[in-house]
């Protein structure tokens, strides 16, 4: 089992910047892909970003409109979510999983999760 620990959440102004991280531990790890999802209150967990761990390509949710920037760092089994531009509507329970399976934008692809970091973001 692989164990996913997330950081850099928090409280934040609208129109600002938040960087998310998520780091794999307890064995090999070398999944398909990694992916950040959000979940807000009475919301479904929805995609947010993906990139494939070999060969770092994106995927981006719509609703990011180009504020997200999903990255990796294979070294050290790390994946960022890079936040700028901030909106209210942002405000979730932000999650990164790993994946062993083509299809990064369904959820139920995903095998491991980490315990979700909150992002509020206030107007």
């Known amino acids: 089992q692989v164990q996913l620990v997330e950081s850099g959440g928090g409280l934040v102004q609208a129109g600002g910047s938040l960087r998310l991280s998520c780091a794999a531990s307890?064995?090999?790890?070398?999944?398909?892909?990694m992916g950040w999802f959000r979940q807000a209150p009475g919301k479904e967990r929805e995609f947010v970003a993906a990139?494939?761990?070999?060969?770092?390509?994106?995927v981006y949710s719509d609703f990011v409109k180009g504020r997200f920037t999903i990255s990796r760092d294979n070294a050290k089994n790390t994946v960022y979510l890079q936040m700028n531009s901030l909106k209210p509507e942002d405000t979730a329970v932000y999650y990164c999983?790993?994946?062993?399976?083509?299809?990064?934008?369904?959820?139920?692809?995903?095998?491991?999760w980490g315990q979700g970091t909150q992002v509020t973001v206030s107007s």
């Open positions: 307890g064995r090999t790890f070398s999944p398909y892909a």
């Open positions: 999983a790993a994946s062993r399976r083509i299809g990064v934008r369904i959820r139920d692809n995903y095998d491991n």
């Open positions: 990139i494939t761990w070999s060969g770092g390509v994106t």
